[in-house]
């Protein structure tokens, strides 16, 4: 089992629950996730399954898009529904057109606070592990992007957003940013996440399902081949002799390397593939060691071919 999986989880269950119940269930060793759901989320959670993992960094970094509702009234100390309140209910007073033109300003890159309660490692760390124990530490800001922010419905004391963001991005913070602007405080009430780069949530399958099908027998027909995991990344196709040498992570010459290969090539991604298209590893071009030419070097190699 080689490829991607990919899961609508619940509510309630952390990432790591998800990989440790998928690895019993399929009996392999090789599985992880990418990109972390918060237990009180749900939705995408794309598995990687043996082989595939070797590939997760390629992934990690696909853009991302929720659903998701901020609670207007008052920030917590988690900027989630689970924390304690930070002052008095305030009632919202901004009108629909105010709420809409004070969204778009999130949008592009904004400098993003992660939440104290969050997996972010400070001193290899999670913050989490720090606030709980009481121990102020500080965390540094990072540059997210938001690409889209709509506004789906607006109640009283409720935003329904859907937002395109890039890896890295905290719907947490953005919530109670959100509510600090507005001036009355908002934490995240509700997130799901709907899409990872070309992965859907309506592709997934519910962790009951997961069960169902393996015990029919069935469940290895919902996995993603690896072979089909980078449609945008340009093929270069190797003969056997070629073969044996990325199995071995030597380089291979351009005259080694069938298939169109723009110049210069360098610091782009390419997959080498089998005269049975099948994916053996993927690398890019880099200088000769005389800077005469370029060569293909693999970075992960997938193995047989």
Known sequence: MNGVLLIDKPPGFTSHDVVAYTRRLLQI??????????PLASGLLVLCLGKATRLARFMSGWNKVYI???????????????GKPLG???AVTAEKEEIISLLSGFKGHIQQLPPKFSAK????????????????????????????IKLLKL????????????????????????????????????LRRVRFGSFSLADALPMDQIFRLQQKGKLEQKIIPIEVLFPELPAITVDSQGVQKLLHGRRLSREEC??????????????ALNS?????????????????????????VLGDG
């Open 121 to 148: 490692k400070v001193k290899g760390k999670p913050v989490h592990r720090y606030a709980r124990q009481g121990i102020s530490v500080e965390v540094e800001a990072v540059e997210v992007e938001i690409y889209d």
């Open 155 to 190: 109640l009283p004391d409720q935003l329904w957003l859907k937002v395109n963001c890039s890896a890295g991005t905290y719907i947490r913070s953005l919530a109670h940013d959100i509510g600090q602007a507005l001036g009355c405080g908002g934490y995240l009430y509700y």
């Open 29 to 38: 060793k090789k599985v992880g996730h990418l990109g972390t759901l918060d």
């Open 68 to 82: 998701g509702i901020v609670r207007l009234s008052h920030a917590t100390t988690t900027y989630d529904l689970e």
């Open 258 to 271: 069938q298939g169109e290969i723009p110049v210069p090539a360098e610091r782009d991604y390419y997959k």
């Open 276 to 300: 049975e298209s099948k994916l053996l590893a993927v690398g890019r071009f880099v200088k000769t060691e005389d800077s005469s030419g370029e060569e293909f070097q693999p970075e992960v």
């Open 88 to 90: 008095k209910p305030i």
